[in-house]
């Protein structure tokens, strides 16, 4: 049995090389050469992008806490998402500015508090970056949003029993999201 605290290195690749392949807008795709334990080498592909900021925005409305969500259309599943908003991190900016400044374009709701609350490798199989997830609260509405100009995003305060009943299932088929309500859930335990 071996002990839990301590590195597996019988286990560790070492990188030899690697080249980019493709590059789009959103990510790019690097063919790495990595040496095995065992001293072989082989060729793994490897998804770079940059990491990203998903939060929970809470809010009391008169039906109690809800979560403020966004709908949009998600052009790898053909199909109307709702989750919770999120994007990209700007180049130099912190997660903690880039979840505020996500929130805030995609929602129109500003957070009067917001903290970090997780962060997971979304497939640490194929992906090299984070998300980062965040919890926000008194939250304090603005006039519009403020939307990149192929964004189309509808607004919606959605009970947050609902969400969890609706989790795996249209529209909430963002795998994400699940991974959001999670640390929510953990976040909040003890409220």
């Not at 979840?99 to 917001?114: D, F, N, S, W």
């Not at 509405?141 to 305060?157: A, F, N, S």
């Not at 969400?163 to 409220?191: C, D, I, K, N, W």
Request: charged share 30%; proline share 7%.
């Amino acid at each position: 049995m071996k002990n839990e605290h301590e590195p597996a290195v019988h286990l560790i690749w070492h990188e030899e090389s690697r080249r980019e392949v493709y590059r789009s807008r959103v990510f790019s795709i690097r063919d790495t050469t990595c040496k095995s334990p065992e001293g072989e080498s082989r060729v793994f592909s490897v998804i770079d992008a940059p990491d990203w900021a998903i939060v929970v925005p809470v809010i009391e409305t008169e039906r109690g806490k809800e979560f403020v969500m966004v709908r949009q259309w998600r052009h790898g599943s053909q199909e109307l998402s709702l989750e919770f908003p999120g994007g990209v991190f700007e180049p130099g900016e912190d997660a903690l500015e880039a979840a505020a400044r996500e929130m805030r374009e995609e929602t129109a709701y500003t957070p009067g508090k917001i903290r970090k609350i997780g962060e997971f490798s979304p497939n640490p199989a194929i992906m090299a970056n984070h998300v980062h997830f965040f919890l926000a609260e008194n939250l304090r509405p603005l006039d519009k949003q403020d939307l990149d100009d192929d964004e189309y995003v509808d607004v919606e305060l959605v009970p947050i029993r609902e969400v969890f009943q609706g989790l795996g299932r249209p529209p909430y088929v963002h795998a994400l999201m699940a991974s959001a309500y999670s640390l929510y859930l953990q976040a909040t335990a003890t409220e």
